[in-house]
């Protein structure tokens, strides 16, 4: 995709082409690496620079637990059932999403979300956002990977459409709004569970200074 101008920065593709990235953020690059030539490009690179570190360093051992090493490499996830896209999801999402439709739960203002997996080493999940409407009030612990899969948002960093990755870590405090052209549709993986305050509270704050 020629357009998408934001991506997967290089320590993180590293650690997904080593296997060492978490699952929840492995979610987004893959999904962003389906939609990105040129990070698609990139993992083919790392990974083959990765076989040769492997070839080097194993130039001590068998010949034939080289070849099985080797081969483990080329075929790392052997029986992860595979799913087509489906209309704004590619497939790793299909995948967390074994194939079924998005259950959706209100945020309120017609945000909604879907929590595709959620487990120690963070969550990651499917926001819905209507057009012009402003993502509500979160924090998020450490490191927060937002991919668009449909529609746009922006922010203080700049704006971000269809395949576009934000990385952002917990000194930003963003504001995102979707843009008004589409429902905003993203994908987005944080290693804390997100924690969104609410937005009555927010808003009546002012009056009842609560
Ligand atoms: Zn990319």
């Known amino acids: ?72 490499l080329d075929d790392p996830v052997p029986d992860t059932p595979v799913y087509a896209r ?13 194939g079924q439709k998005p259950k959706w739960k209100s945020l309120g203002l017609g945000v909604k979300q879907s929590i595709l997996h959620s487990g120690p080493e963070g969550s990651v999940r499917l926001l819905s956002i209507p057009p012009g409407q402003a993502v509500p009030d979160h924090s ?3 490191l927060e990977l937002t991919l668009v899969l449909q529609g746009s948002f922006s922010d ?15 000194d930003v405090d963003h504001i995102p709004i979707a843009g008004v052209e589409a429902t905003c549709i993203c ?12 937005l009555m509270p927010r808003l009546l704050q002012p009056i009842f200074d609560i």
Do not use: N, W
């Open 156 to 170: 203080e960093s700049g704006r971000f459409g269809v395949g576009d990755v934000e990385v952002a870590d917990e």
């Open 86 to 98: 489906q209309g704004v999801f590619p497939s790793p999402v299909m995948a967390e999403l074994k």
């Open 1 to 72: 995709m020629s357009s998408v101008t934001h991506h997967i920065p290089d320590h993180i593709l590293t650690a997904y082409a080593a296997g060492s990235l978490s699952h929840v953020y492995s979610v987004v690059v893959a999904a962003h690496i389906s939609m990105c030539d040129e990070c698609r490009a990139r993992l083919g690179a790392q990974e083959a620079m990765g076989g040769v570190v492997m070839e080097q360093q194993s130039a001590d051992l068998s010949a034939d637990l080289k070849a099985s090493v080797l081969d483990m």
């Open 140 to 142: 998020h612990g450490g």
């Open 187 to 198: 994908l987005a993986a944080t290693d804390a569970p997100l924690q969104f305050k609410g």
